[in-house]
């Protein structure tokens, strides 16, 4: 079985001087292939230089992670500017609204994502959206753009089947799934079983969001089979459908 981890943070601080440990062992776990996303300019050159060391495993993204933007982000956008053409990338994220830790800044965020969502359409990029208690803001400029027909992942999907069938009518979207599925109560455990297999693919946030039955510990990309066993069983289906297909979409999505 072959699988895609889309959302994978390895250059973060957490992984120091195992950085490359993490992305063997999730070789060694059949995940081949690992999408890193952007944050800000602090950690921007440790994802590019693990990128470097790890040609066909690793993906770098770039874009401005909304909780990274405060008074001084246009400084930040225009590092995303001056980067953008020095590296190969596989999309632009993580970007979006994130409503839960600060709202002081909102009307800057938006300004933002509205501009990395113009560069990712120039660019003929797919977009990792970051949306934390802004589902509906999102939406509402998603709608603003719906000629574009853009393409992307929402990352950490928290929404609900209906909001997934609205998205659909506002461009090529998937849902990203991680390891909130294996958690008890959690409500994306009922709502993947309304959303097509065609649609989903794997992420694991790390070092955040660990999966049972590691929860407690540092995210990995190694435990990406835990969170498509619990897929697996939530659809009814193998775990090798869930890995073949989600491992065809995200290749699909980010032209892999």
């Given amino acids: 079985m072959e699988f895609i981890d889309t959302h994978s943070h390895l250059y973060d601080e957490a992984f120091i001087s195992e950085e490359d440990l993490a992305v063997n062992r999730a070789i060694n776990a059949g ?16 994802m590019f230089r693990l990128a470097e060391r ?14 990274s933007i405060d008074a001084n982000w246009r400084d930040e956008m225009d590092a995303v500017e001056t980067v953008l053409p020095e590296h190969r990338i596989w999309a632009i994220g993580e970007i979006g609204i994130d409503c839960y830790w600060s ?31 802004s589902t509906e803001l999102i939406i509402s400029i998603l709608k603003e753009y719906k000629h574009l027909n853009l393409r992307g992942v929402f990352h950490a999907y928290s929404g609900s089947a209906e909001t997934y069938r609205e ?23 009922d709502t993947v079983k ?14 955040y969001l660990t999966p049972v039955p590691h929860r407690g510990k540092r995210n990995e990309s190694s435990y990406i089979p835990h969170i ?5 069983l939530q659809k009814e289906v193998s775990i ?8 065809e979409n995200a290749k699909r999505l980010f032209r892999l």
């Fill in 194 to 207: 309304a959303i097509p297999l065609e649609r989903i693919v794997l992420e694991t946030d790390s070092p």
């Fill in 103 to 133: 709202k002081e800044f909102l009307e800057q965020q938006k300004e933002a994502f509205r501009i990395q969502i113009e560069t990712a359409h120039n660019k003929s990029l797919p977009v990792i959206i970051h949306s934390r208690q």
């Fill in 240 to 247: 090798e459908e869930v890995a073949m297909a989600t491992t």
């Fill in 167 to 189: 998205l659909q009518k506002l461009g090529d979207w998937y849902i990203g799934i991680g390891g909130v599925l294996t958690y008890k109560k959690a409500s994306i455990a």
């Fill in 228 to 232: 498509a066993e619990k897929l697996a």
């Fill in 31 to 46: 995940v081949t292939k690992m999408i890193l996303p952007d944050i800000d300019a602090s950690t921007r050159d440790a």
């Fill in 54 to 67: 790890h040609p066909g495993t690793l993906f770098p993204t770039l874009g401005l992670h909304p909780t």
